[in-house]
């Protein structure tokens, strides 16, 4: 990423220049969506039927945000790179104004202020500033300006290489920090460390920085109670097993009864009211339970195929802006499933992780096939020659 790419027209200057969409992208991407889609119907249905009345519940909500992302992907699959550029800073600029309308206009749900309801719509605009955050600090290091700066040696180089790009998250750290939404700052955090080393930036100093943060973090979470009590009970969730330790004790007894084969699709026992709420960031549970460990290693087979893919992909684009944004976007993507993956096992504390494609929840769910949509229009102009 660190070599001298070609300009921003050289991919954008003719429709003959572009070609069809990288197919194995799609077929990997419509593969984890059905995949997620009959995830959500068995794991969701025990609980809405209890819950609501329906059974179909969640499973109708989800079919239609399914719809309605598809078609965000097919839209964003056709946006030449000239104009995801051009976006770049208004959609930054939105994500913010978002952020900021939640303490003031925002509707709670769970003890938590996060999401935004415009009539029948619920937007989280967490969701939408990780996707504008990569976009944005994509078109950040693609600056001639900034470019110049990093290619030098030296404090010009830390500031516009590391200092600059850190303000540029702490400017939707701090909106986000006001939600109690621990889990989004995570994200956003390593999104920001890896567009950083991804553009070139140092990496030692980038360590002793990340070294300082994380020191940091860790003071300030334990000096507020609502975290500190997280990490209390994630340390030993047996000792809370009725008051914070319930959703982690029962989503391991899940993933260890799934044994070899698991007990069928369908056939979990885990999710009429153990697993609390299993279609939300827990359903990973439940594949492992009804399909085993085989299931689970074909779930993470395709997502490791998709990022594969997705950072090969970019790697062949001959403009630095598209290979900056089409790498963000995979390594968004590793970063979600690996700290999901983190929490049902409680290697992390329990912070409320979605897994994409397959967890319930609308506006990460469009804001996911957005972003494959855009990979996809990435795809189209990466056999172009440099």
């Known amino acids: 990423m660190t070599k001298k790419q070609a ?6 200057a003719t429709q003959g220049d572009y070609c069809a969409p990288d197919r194995v992208l799609l077929l990997l991407i419509l593969a984890l969506a059905l995949f997620g889609s009959l995830m959500v119907f068995s794991a969701s249905t025990a609980y809405a039927e209890i819950r609501f009345g329906d059974a179909y ?10 719809a309605v992302g598809i078609g965000a992907m097919l839209l964003s699959s056709r946006l030449p790179p000239i104009r995801l550029y051009k976006l770049a800073l208004p959609f930054y ?3 913010l104004a978002l952020l900021a309308l939640v303490p003031i206009i925002g509707s709670e749900a769970g003890g938590a202020t996060r999401w935004i309801t415009l009539g029948p719509v619920t937007l989280q605009p967490s969701e939408i500033s990780k996707t504008a955050l990569v976009l944005f600090l994509s078109f950040y290091f693609t600056k001639p300006t900034v470019e110049e700066h990093m290619a030098k040696r030296g404090w010009r180089s830390v500031r516009y290489g ?8 702490l400017a939707v750290c701090i909106l986000v920090v006001l939600e109690k939404h621990l889990s989004c700052v995570i994200i956003l955090g390593c999104i920001t460390v890896c567009m950083i080393l991804l553009a070139g930036g140092s990496g030692r100093v980038l360590s002793a920085m990340c070294l300082g943060g994380g020191s940091a973090v860790t003071v300030f979470a334990l000096s507020v109670e609502y975290t500190r009590r997280r990490i209390t009970i994630w340390r030993n969730p047996e000792l809370y097993p009725q008051d914070g330790g319930w959703q982690t004790l029962q989503g391991l007894m899940a993933i260890g009864s799934g044994g070899l084969f698991g007990l069928g699709f369908g056939n979990s026992r885990l999710k009429h009211m153990y697993v609390s709420e299993p279609q ?11 399909l085993g460990f085989v299931g689970a290693a074909l779930v993470l087979s395709l997502f490791a195929a998709l990022v594969a893919r997705g950072f090969f992909v970019s790697g062949r684009n001959p403009n630095r802006f598209c290979a900056l944004l089409g790498s963000g976007l995979c390594a968004k993507l590793a970063i979600q499933v690996l700290l999901n993956l983190g929490v049902i096992t409680n290697t992390l504390p329990n912070t409320g992780i979605s897994l994409p494609f397959f967890s319930y929840g609308g506006s990460s769910l469009v804001m996911l096939f957005l972003e494959m949509g855009i990979l996809l229009s990435l795809s189209r102009t990466s056999h172009i020659a440099r």
């Open 162 to 169: 590391i200092l600059y790009p850190i303000l540029l998250f």
């Open 7 to 12: 300009p921003l027209r050289t991919v954008s």
């Open 93 to 95: 600029l939105v994500s």
């Open 57 to 66: 519940y969640f499973v109708k909500r989800q079919t239609l945000w399914l």
């Open 280 to 290: 939300n960031d827990f359903i990973f549970t439940i594949v492992c339970e009804e």
